[in-house]
């Protein structure tokens, strides 16, 4: 009896080990063929524990036989069945790999892998890092849809640091490339991160109709069964974004609500958090201000719990801290500006030199290797190969000239921006001082009419009508062109033309650094509002009076107000 019972233990205990040891055998005698594609199946079908048995069965099957391109693939097979791309262990393997990888895909991809996650955890400057290495590891096979997964990645991190238009260039370029290739179809995850790219830059440069454009077209894409696990909703998040940002617009949409019902239950914190800021900006710009307060609470209450602040939400804390100020509500007010202290340290540690370590390691080794790439082909055909080695080189030289110039200009921008917010810059004109003329011989009540007209005239800034011209206003002042001109050229030392123009170069200079909405026009409607005819002109004159051009004013003004954290006004 007893031996029984033992033997039963036995049996029971021992019988799975047995199982287990008979199925790992069948498992490796399955060819690599076979066992991928029993992994890809019950991946599609999201069957993890099916997954990880075949996934490691290919890498073991691999390791046994020294295969080291198996061994790659086994690895990142593994490390694909973790989410978030969170095992960088294996795709560090993958690179250690490397040297015996050579015209393999795989070291690329696993450093894009590492940056994917460094991306999402927010440590950008990491990110960038495996993006840089992910380029020089770009020797393989399918290089040109690897660079281009590459170039979007960096496109995209460069919204991500405010620097829209430098993306929007890149994006563009991709869009007109793919747009008659069919990538809709036959490669829809490029072809929908380029649109979604595209929608958030435009948004985020207020181009509300070119956003609306291409997101529209992400919606149409997606619209579908597979909604859920597409990029359905965050296409429709950037319109139902759009739709509050219009000044018309109070409660947040059926859209807004469905894209906010999607992110909470996948629980992805940033778009809630943009959700709810956009919410209470809507209620803010709408004079609701206890409506605003109650979401930017919600927005505060969804960081609180998680590493993450978006460079556009920020503002919901200044907003914060002086309503509690407003109110004498010491502890809050303490508490938000502790909190603005704190978000702002972790923003100018994530976006700090992110852009030009792009400009140096990245962008300009591409401009050089493609350089080597031309003149090495030009050597191998061996036509006129000293005299064609003269000019690349040349060309090379003159791009990095220009390179280093551009360095200088924007220096010199920067610096005549910092002067002029100051009001220490010295005006930047061409016509020379003149010395003082004798009194012209005219009757002096043209003097007296002329000096007190021009205060008026200054005054209720009538120098802003476009027409306005010496003939208009001598007659308005009561003599004629000839004597006004005299008189005017006697007082202010400087012709009516130059004197007009600085009049509203100085208007359009006050109103771009004071009023938000102003910044926010066009260049052709600052000129108009500023008394110019069109913008080319406007331009040309701002730039020779104060050294920079309007378009670099108004962007440098807007990132300072964006990082500048004001702790009393």
């Not at 018309?248 to 943009?274: G, Q």
């Amino acid at each position: 009896m007893i031996k029984r019972i033992i033997f039963t233990f036995t049996y029971i205990f021992t019988f799975p080990i047995h199982a287990q040891q008979e199925y790992q055998e069948q498992l490796d005698k399955l060819d690599y063929p076979t066992l991928y594609s029993n992994f890809e199946k019950h991946y599609k079908n999201l069957d993890s524990f099916q997954v990880v048995k075949y996934a490691n069965a290919y890498f073991y099957k691999a390791k046994k036989q020294k295969d080291t391109i198996r061994m790659a693939e086994g690895y990142y097979y593994r490390a694909i069945t973790h989410k978030n791309h969170e095992r960088l262990d294996l795709y560090d393997s993958i690179i250690a790999l490397a040297p015996g990888l050579k015209k393999s895909n795989f070291p690329t991809i696993a450093h894009l892998q590492k940056a994917y996650y460094y991306y999402y955890k927010l440590q950008y400057n990491k990110a960038l890092e495996n993006y840089i290495n992910a380029n020089e590891y770009n020797t393989g096979d399918n290089k040109e849809e690897l660079a281009l997964d590459i170039n979007l990645s960096i496109a995209q991190l460069k919204i991500r640091t405010e620097e829209n238009q430098e993306a929007l260039d890149t994006l563009k370029k991709y869009w007109r490339k793919i747009e008659p290739l069919d990538y809709k179809e036959r490669k829809p995850r490029t072809y929908n991160r380029i649109l979604l790219h595209l929608a958030n830059a435009y948004r985020k440069m207020n181009y509300v109709d070119s956003s609306d454009a291409y997101a529209a077209l992400g919606i149409r894409a997606n619209d579908n069964q597979n909604k859920e696990s597409n990029y359905y909703y965050y296409f429709l998040l950037l319109q139902a974004i759009n739709e509050l940002n219009n000044e018309y617009t109070i409660d947040p949409s059926l859209k807004m609500n469905k894209v906010l019902d999607y992110m909470s239950r996948i629980d992805y914190k940033e778009s809630i958090s943009l959700i709810y800021y956009h919410i209470g900006k809507s209620h803010l710009n709408n004079n609701h201000k206890e409506l605003a307060v109650t979401y930017f609470l919600k927005v505060d209450s969804v960081i609180d719990n998680s590493e993450s602040i978006l460079p556009g939400t920020f503002e919901g804390y200044r907003f914060l801290k002086n309503y509690y100020e407003k109110k004498g509500d010491v502890e809050n007010e303490l508490k938000y500006l502790k909190k603005i202290y704190a978000f702002d340290s972790i923003l100018d540690t994530n976006y700090k030199s992110i852009n030009n370590t792009i400009k140096t390691k990245y962008e300009l080794p591409i401009l050089l290797e493609n350089h080597k790439n031309k003149i090495d082909a030009l050597d191998r055909q061996n036509k006129k190969s000293k005299s064609i080695l003269l000019v690349s080189f040349g060309l090379l030289g003159i791009v990095l000239l220009f390179l280093t110039y551009s360095l200088i200009q924007k220096n010199k921008y920067k610096k005549r921006f910092q002067q002029l917010q100051e009001n220490n810059i010295s005006k930047k004109t061409k016509e020379k001082s003149k010395k003082p003329q004798e009194k012209p011989n005219i009757p002096d009540e043209i003097f007296t009419k002329t000096e007190a007209y021009l205060k008026e005239f200054e005054k209720k800034q009538q120098f802003l009508i476009q027409s306005m011209n010496s003939e208009k206003l001598a007659q308005q002042i009561g003599t004629n062109r000839p004597y006004f001109s005299k008189a005017f050229t006697y007082l202010k030392n400087e012709s009516f033309n130059v004197y007009l123009r600085n009049l509203r170069l100085e208007y359009a200079l006050g109103r771009l650094r004071e009023d938000a909405t102003f910044r926010k026009y066009t260049i052709k409607t600052i000129a108009n509002e500023s008394g110019f005819s069109n913008a080319e002109s406007f331009s040309k004159f701002f730039y020779r009076k104060y050294g920079i051009y309007p378009s670099y004013y108004i962007k440098s003004i807007e990132k300072i107000i964006r990082k500048q954290v004001y702790i009393l006004k």
